[in-house]
């Protein structure tokens, strides 16, 4: 079974922190990706990576950063936590023009 | 910006109803996807149209992928209490990145 794991189901930092998500996958996928999902705005895209290293913005990239030093491993940074960033959190992999398979998802409380 | 639009927002139907979301791009898609997730779990695949104009079925889910390319439907027949969730399109462009752009999503509460 494909897994993607996210470290953390919960999580709580206070505002102006700088935040980690981590995010691996084991199924050697090209492709990851992060959403955030807040009521009534469905699955917004952060920023997704298609290659080690290379990364490319997604619709909501303000106040985020991203890494993949390794194929497996994605992470997703907030460089200084606001409230305005508490969300769910979700990481996906896949391969082109197949199906995306998610984490658990994080849910992050900024206080 | 919302490159995928789906409708309804949410739906209540009572159990034995049908039901019905659609999904529109205003470009050509390469393929569409259709997720569920849960209350408190994540997306979860349920298929993939590639043709124009192709219809799958999955028991009493019933997805359709239009002549053009560019609207989609998941219809569930009779629904139950198993099926309450949102239901998420995801429309592949084609691009080599491997993007999918993800609708709002359909929340469908079922009530006995």
């Known amino acids: 079974d494909v897994k993607v794991t996210q470290s953390s189901r919960y999580l709580v930092k206070r505002t102006g922190e700088k935040v980690f998500l981590e995010c691996v996958q084991d199924m050697d996928h090209e492709n990851m990706f992060w959403y955030r999902q807040d009521p009534g705005l469905g699955l917004r895209l952060i920023y997704f990576?298609?290659?080690?290293?290379?990364?490319e913005k997604g619709d909501i990239p303000e106040g985020y950063s991203v890494s993949r030093e390794k194929k497996e491993r994605f992470s997703l940074i907030l460089e200084s936590a606001s409230t305005n960033q508490t969300s769910m959190y979700l990481c996906?992999?896949?391969?082109?023009?197949?199906?995306?398979?998610f984490g658990q998802g994080t849910r992050l409380t900024v206080v | 910006g919302q490159q995928v639009m789906q409708i309804p927002q949410y739906q209540h139907v009572q159990e034995g109803e049908d039901f019905t979301t659609y999904c529109n791009s205003s470009?050509?898609?390469?393929?569409i996807q259709w997720y569920k997730q849960r209350p408190g779990g994540h997306p979860v695949f349920l298929i993939q149209l590639v043709k124009s104009g192709e219809v799958k079925k999955q028991k009493r889910l019933t997805f359709q992928f239009g002549e053009a390319k560019k609207n989609s439907s998941l219809h569930i027949t009779a629904t139950q209490t198993t099926d309450v969730g949102t239901y998420f399109c995801a429309a592949d462009r084609g691009s080599t990145l491997g993007r999918l752009y993800f609708g709002r999503g359909t929340q469908l509460t079922v009530w006995p």
């Open positions: 996906a992999s896949g391969s082109t023009n197949t199906e995306a398979f």
């Open positions: 470009t050509t898609l390469s393929n």
């Open positions: 990576s298609y290659d080690v290293k290379m990364k």
